[in-house]
């Protein structure tokens, strides 16, 4: 379960890179919800959809990790060869657009809460943003997936 290898990474002091697709138009290989945990130390779990779009998606969040980084980000790929900057290395003509949420140490209480109630078998509500990541085991959403984007420091994933 990538949940349980993201809170083994951050007892290790690494910082993890919670990389899950948070939309899709057209012809892509990931579907909204999928999600990889990439930590600092270059261990990995999980898929995005794979081929060069995810690894260069890897590679991004392994310098991000490294770096420090704390802030959650959007980062939008367009299968097309002439898609410009946001250009995946993939022809299949969809879009894919990615969270980056950065985990550590300072999130030990939430992802522990997360492990517990999945093993548990219980839901919660999983928030995304650009403010990072919540769990709330009391409020469900109205449906099972949910994405409200205005701009790059304003969004929100919720599942």
């Known amino acids: 379960m990538i949940w349980s290898f993201i809170q083994k990474e951050i007892e290790k002091n690494n910082t993890v890179a919670l990389i899950t697709v948070v939309e899709r138009n057209g012809s892509s290989p990931g579907i909204v919800g999928f999600k990889m945990a990439v930590s600092e130390s270059g261990a990995m779990a999980g898929s995005i959809g794979g081929g060069v779009m995810e690894y260069n998606m890897v590679e991004l969040a392994k310098k991000e990790a490294k770096k420090g980084t ?6 939008r790929q367009i299968h097309n060869p002439d898609a410009g900057a946001d ?8 879009e894919q657009t990615h969270a980056f949420t950065f985990i550590n140490a300072s999130h030990q209480n939430i992802i522990n809460e997360i492990v517990e109630h999945l093993e548990k078998g219980e839901n919660g509500l999983l928030q995304l943003s650009n403010k990072g990541i919540y769990f709330n085991t009391k409020e469900k959403s109205s449906s099972q997936i949910q994405y409200a984007y205005i701009d790059d420091t304003n969004w929100e994933y919720k599942e």
Request: proline share 0%.
């Open 70 to 75: 704390q802030a959650s980000f959007i980062k």
């Open 87 to 94: 250009k995946s290395g993939l022809i299949c003509s969809g």
